[in-house]
């Protein structure tokens, strides 16, 4: 019996395995909507690395992207920006063609009708005060406007960037989102404009680490992050690999100054592509066109590092069931999987990876 079988004869496992099977592979893009966004914050790749200097097309140009990806095969795109809320028309016209998710500030509604299943991810940099310092000058309070337009929304999830100094906000930012009846994912700042002090992530993310732990603990059916995955993220470490562009694995596969990273023997995504806003040329990645990788803390990107690394996670069961739950993770958010009755909840999730930490600790006689 292989490895993955004997793994698969738990059934708890067997059931989160067979629902990502079911939902099928993911061939996906990312995509900037629009190069205008109504926010400048503070740290933001997108405006600090001028992704916006594009050359505008018409709507033409949209409506052909979207046939040619379709031809490619794409099956799963991740709508960015810009916001992408300021261009609802293309973000529908995304939604009618493939899965997808999309990235928002939250300040402009996105309607219920006709995008009922489409995974909101709306982003929080903090608690009100340091959320609208870093975003808008301290000048409105968009948190609670974006808490507004989203209560009891089933589709959104708080795409919460905690700074290595921001630890102790954690627990009340979670408990506002959670009372708004919304999840919490996170993510971990990247300080791009430089701020230094409480924002600088070289300081390292371990009080943040165990903050959003403790929230695991706390909230476990609104929480959008596993522990090992957590770990992986704030530390940059999956078993022998350092995170970094040679193992990174969301990179353009069509942009000619990746090339050379391909041929490096480390696995990446083969369809990848994250098209900027003229809908036809792409950048190195999502997030970054020059910029330096050890300031890349971003949670979307380190799914695909996990995700595209099963064989590594095949040495032992604990190490299987980190991948299949990140995995899970992955799929659950995107809402490709657990929106069936019966279908495996994060709080299931959880459970699994703490049965997972008792029979570690079995083996090893911890009382
Ligand atoms: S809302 Fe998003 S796209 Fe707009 S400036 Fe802030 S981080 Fe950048
Ligand atoms: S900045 Fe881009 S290329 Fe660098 S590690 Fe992050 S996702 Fe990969």
């Not at 738990?10 to 989160?16: G, N, S």
């Not at 193992?247 to 041929?263: A, D, I, K």
């Not at 069961?317 to 999987?337: A, G, P």
Request: glycine share 6%; hydrophobic share 30%.
């Amino acid at each position: 019996m292989t490895k993955l079988k004997s793994y698969l004869q738990d059934p708890a496992l067997k059931k989160c395995y067979d629902e990502i099977r079911a939902a099928g592979a993911i061939r996906s893009i990312s995509v900037d909507l629009t190069h205008v966004c109504n926010l400048r914050c503070k740290g933001c790749y997108y405006f600090e690395e001028g992704m916006d200097a594009i050359n505008v097309p018409d709507e033409s140009a949209f409506d052909e992207f979207i046939e040619s990806e379709k031809e490619r095969g794409t099956n799963f795109v991740t709508i960015v920006g810009g916001e992408p809320s300021m261009v609802i028309p293309r973000i529908k016209k995304v939604y009618d063609n493939f899965k997808c998710n999309v990235a928002t500030n939250g300040l402009i509604k996105i309607p219920y009708e006709g995008l009922e299943n489409l995974p909101i991810g709306i982003s929080i940099w903090g608690e009100r005060e340091t959320d609208s310092a870093l975003r808008a000058n301290g000048k409105r309070d968009l948190f609670g406007e974006a808490l507004k337009n989203y209560k009891n929304d089933s589709r959104a999830f708080w795409y919460y960037t905690v700074a290595p100094g921001y630890a102790n906000q954690i627990e009340k930012v979670v408990s506002t989102c959670v009372e708004n009846g919304n999840a919490v994912l996170f993510n971990y700042y990247s300080d791009l404009s430089e701020l230094g002090d409480k924002h600088d992530y070289k300081a390292g993310f371990h009080e943040v680490r165990e903050e959003i732990d403790r929230m695991i603990e706390k909230y476990p059916d609104k929480i959008l992050m596993t522990p090992s995955f957590n770990k992986v993220i704030s530390e940059g470490k999956l078993f022998d690999e350092s995170w970094g562009y040679e193992v990174c694995t969301n990179l353009s596969t069509n942009h000619e100054n990746n090339f050379e990273r391909f041929e490096n023997g480390n696995p990446y995504n083969p369809h990848f592509r994250a098209y900027n806003a003229d809908f036809s040329s792409t950048r190195r990645c999502c997030t970054g066109v020059n910029r330096d990788c050890d300031s890349c803390y971003d949670t979307w990107e380190h799914f695909s590092w996990v995700m595209v690394n099963l064989k590594k996670h095949l040495n032992s069961k604990e190490d299987f069931t980190d991948w299949l739950t990140t995995m899970y993770l992955f799929y659950y958010i995107n809402r490709l999987v657990g929106q069936e009755d019966g279908a495996t909840s994060m709080a299931d999730i959880q459970n699994i990876i703490k049965e997972k930490t008792a029979s570690t600790h079995q083996e090893v006689g911890v009382e």
